[in-house]
């Protein structure tokens, strides 16, 4: 379904403003575009990133979701994961009331070590249904590599600004490394009651999260030091990036992981099925998540700080926000 098939976002609702970074001129190490980056990620977490060059494939990652869930369901769920990755139908054995609104919420998992190991056996040991095999060469490798080059400049300038070795933080993520970072497709209904929640409030557990929409919005953030979610408007060619927990801890809290949830697409964009298509970068395997404030002057001054601001608590950290319901 294409976006000018959609209606407009409302107009009349609270919206939260992003900072938008173009990517080709963070690649080319254009300084002013860098500070934004920067600005972006230790303020909100969350900013707008044009010019990535993943907008032709992530309309064939949806096309792969739209194919995996129109399985007959019978088929698919024989694929329903059995490991944190493949196809899953969220609350599908629940019963309950508070669970079963979210029953018909699907999701394709896409280990990234599956994925790069193609088409040698699957790491994560799951089975993923015949047409996501098919087309791991012409999309999803795609995909996965282009995030991962995204995801090392981006880390690359963190890795700078934080005052960090050389490459240190690229290393802790490192995609030779065993990890699991993956892509997931999210498909969830139309006509979802108006405010209902399609993921609870939380922050992102990895290290940066990219989520890619089809025009329908629905997801919210708190915004800092206020009790107000507001919506995140869905801009065609930009992609939504936050910072996550993992790479708040690792950077003594430097870089900011907000809160954030989502609800049934606003307005009369309800009537219509919500896709989002997410790549979630997290930390090798081996990675001990601490602040790396051995590494770095910056880091070690700021869980200091920290520590003197909050002398009489028991983190030494100025950990990520932990009041979250669920962990993404
Ligand atoms: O589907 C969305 O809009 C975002 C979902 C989300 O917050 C997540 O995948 O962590
Ligand atoms: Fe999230």
Avoid at 124 to 133: D, I, K, T, W
Avoid at 224 to 240: A, F, L, Q, S
Avoid at 251 to 275: D, F, K, M, T
Wanted: proline share 6%; net charge neutral.
């Amino acid at each position: 379904m294409s976006c000018e098939a959609l209606p407009d976002f409302p107009t009349n609702i609270a919206i939260q403003p992003l900072i938008v970074v173009d990517y080709e001129l963070i690649e080319q190490g254009h300084e002013k575009e860098t500070n934004l980056l920067w600005k972006a990620a230790t303020s909100l977490g969350f900013w707008y990133l044009k010019n990535h060059g993943l907008e032709m494939i992530v309309e064939q990652m949806f096309d792969m979701g739209e194919e995996t869930v129109s399985l007959p369901t019978e088929e698919k769920i024989n694929y329903e994961q059995r490991s944190p990755f493949g196809y899953k139908m969220i609350g599908f054995k629940a019963e309950d009331d508070v669970i079963s609104q979210f029953q018909k919420i699907e999701l394709v998992n896409l280990a990234k070590d599956d994925v790069m190991s193609w088409p040698k056996q699957v790491p994560s040991g799951c089975a993923y249904p015949p047409n996501v095999y098919e087309q791991m060469d012409s999309t999803i490798l795609p995909f996965v590599r282009r995030s991962t080059r995204i995801n090392e400049t981006i880390l690359n300038v963190f890795n700078t600004k934080l005052g960090l070795p050389k490459g240190l933080l690229n290393r802790l993520h490192s995609a030779e490394e065993p990890s699991a970072s993956e892509a997931r497709t999210i498909k969830a209904p139309k006509n979802l009651p108006a405010g209902k929640q399609v993921f609870g409030a939380h922050t992102d557990s990895g290290s940066l999260s990219y989520l890619h929409t089809r025009g329908l919005g629905g997801l919210q953030i708190l915004s800092p030091g206020t009790d107000e979610w507001r919506y995140i408007k869905p801009m065609t060619g930009h992609t939504i990036c936050n910072i996550g927990d993992a790479l708040s801890l690792l950077s003594g809290g430097i870089l900011h992981s907000n809160i954030h949830r989502v609800l049934a697409a606003p307005g009369s964009q309800v009537g219509y099925e919500r896709w989002s298509q997410v790549y979630y970068l997290r930390p090798g395997e081996s990675v001990v998540l601490r602040p790396l404030s051995d590494k770095s002057m910056l880091i070690a001054d700021a869980v200091g700080g920290s520590e003197k601001l909050e002398s009489n608590k028991a983190t030494k950290i100025k950990a990520p926000r932990t009041f979250k319901s669920m962990k993404v």
